[in-house]
């Protein structure tokens, strides 16, 4: 086990609490390991009715994964280990997709990235006044993965096609208004919360719906309408062309972050929506999003991205591709072919 994530029970309560504050509780590959074991061992024992998931202290609930070790990975080993990393990751985020206890994410501050993709797949989903959730990848060039295409693809209004290329932060209304969060609460009554859902497994429902306060208005909904028309097709530069025919104050805001995004991580990630759309099952979603992790995991523009956004901070990434027309349709077939039969992702 890990002390980088706390796990015990309270009663017929399992409870995991992501603990690595400096780094905004960001996901290791231990962390999952542990979480997964954990999981594994409470679906099996009748006197663990529910789990909590929270982060111990600080503005985090979890900024992501383990984006150092997944750079290191590229330049150093040729993805292998970040290729293990995913692997295992996304076997936790499927676990908890298809769990069969209900499980209550407290996504009381930053989730992005890997924190949306062990927050999403619980049924029931706190935000708060803290809460700031994102997809930021199209900003370091790899895309949003961790079941970012079944989650993103199904909010609808094109809101998961916005999101997941300009990077949006929703604040906690926000989250409640799309549908990515079930409750908002004040974070004064979140040790309420937990306490009564300890006790009460049986009872997570009504004491989330008694402990809620009816959310601000949700900035985002003012926008819902320009984000239908200009994000509405699959196709990258249409959306470019769109916002360029609209000279709204809104428009050029979003043209202008898109403009700092890789072309490449943009044009998978709205291929990956429109094909997550057509399938069945988590799983599956799930094979495709290790397919393309795999794969950009070592082209040029995620240690780029890193580099210019995380490491040196200069924010002046070069992208190879460095336009959207540069980005083929032979290149993204590349990116989502099958990988030889042994390699595929599995369930665990």
Not at 39 to 48: E, I, K
Not at 326 to 340: H, K, Y
Request: net charge negative.
């Amino acid at each position: 086990m890990t002390d980088e994530v706390d796990i015990h029970t309270h009663g017929r309560t399992g409870h995991i609490s992501l603990n690595r504050p400096k780094a905004l509780h960001s996901l290791t590959l231990d962390m999952c390991h542990a979480m997964s074991k954990a999981l594994t061992g409470w679906a099996g024992d009748d006197a663990v009715e529910a789990v909590i998931l929270d982060h111990a202290e600080g503005r985090g609930f979890c900024a992501g994964g383990d984006i150092n070790l997944l750079r290191n990975s590229a330049l150093n080993d040729g993805g292998k280990s970040g290729r293990a990393f995913f692997h295992d990751e996304y076997q936790l985020n499927h676990q908890m997709m298809t769990y069969d206890k209900p499980i209550v994410a407290f996504m009381d501050g930053i989730t992005m990235g890997g924190g949306v993709g062990i927050a999403l797949p619980c049924k029931y989903r706190v935000a708060t006044e803290h809460t700031r959730f994102a997809m930021p990848e199209t900003g370091i060039g790899l895309f949003p993965d961790v079941g970012g295409g079944w989650h993103l693809s199904r909010l609808g209004g094109r809101l998961g096609q916005f999101l997941a290329l300009t990077g949006a932060r929703l604040d906690g209304a926000e989250c409640v208004w799309a549908g990515i969060a079930t409750h908002y609460l004040p974070s004064e009554k979140l040790a309420e919360a937990k306490a009564r859902i300890t006790e009460h497994p049986d009872r997570i429902s009504g004491i989330l719906s008694e402990l809620s306060e009816t959310p601000p208005a949700a900035r985002i909904e003012g926008n819902a309408d320009l984000i239908k028309k200009h994000f509405a097709s699959d196709r990258y530069e249409d959306i470019l062309a769109s916002l360029e025919g609209d000279d709204s104050e809104w428009a050029a805001k979003e043209l202008a972050t898109l403009r700092t995004k890789s072309p490449q991580t943009c044009k998978v990630a709205l291929r990956q929506l429109s094909e997550s759309q057509k399938l069945d099952s988590f799983a599956d979603n799930m094979v495709m999003e290790y397919r393309i992790a795999s794969r950009v995991l070592t082209r040029p523009d995620f240690a780029e991205g890193v580099r210019a956004v995380i490491v040196d901070k200069t924010n002046d990434p070069k992208w190879d591709p460095a336009t959207p027309e540069g980005v083929s349709e032979e290149l993204l077939d590349s990116i989502f072919a099958p990988l030889p039969a042994d390699e595929e992702w599995k369930p665990l």
